[in-house]
């Protein structure tokens, strides 16, 4: 499974962006997937994340009420809806897919990232 985002930019706080995390490759034994990112000199962290049918959500503290994570499996893409961004917020965002293989083992399949800056 190969995983890209896109979406990511320059905005001010306050502002709003959307970022994609389009799969390719054997989609259909993607599991949950989720954001995460990581700013300078800071270790990754937990955005969101989402099961597979989209059923349930979890999102760290800083973000809840602020970020929307979703997913549209019929266009194997995930979303991350960010509002009322924060100068805080800046980082790189990373999508992460669980996938399982035929014996049901999970592996992380990891995307380039997408960096994120968020402007006073």
């Known amino acids: 499974v190969q995983l890209v985002e896109s979406g990511g930019g320059l905005v001010q706080a306050g502002g709003s962006l959307r970022l994609s995390c389009a799969a390719s490759?054997?989609?259909?034994?993607?599991?949950?997937m989720g954001w995460y990112r990581q700013a300078p000199g800071k270790q990754r962290e937990l955005v969101a994340v989402i099961t597979s049918t989209g059923g349930s959500t979890r999102y760290a503290d800083s973000v809840k009420g602020r970020f929307t994570i979703s997913r549209d499996n019929a266009k194997n893409t995930m979303y991350l809806q960010m509002n009322s961004l924060k100068p805080e917020d800046t980082a790189v965002y990373y999508c992460k897919a669980v996938v399982r293989d035929y014996r049901n083992r999970q592996f992380e399949n990891w995307g380039q990232g997408t960096l994120i800056t968020v402007s006073e």
């Open positions: 490759g054997s989609t259909a034994s993607i599991d949950a």
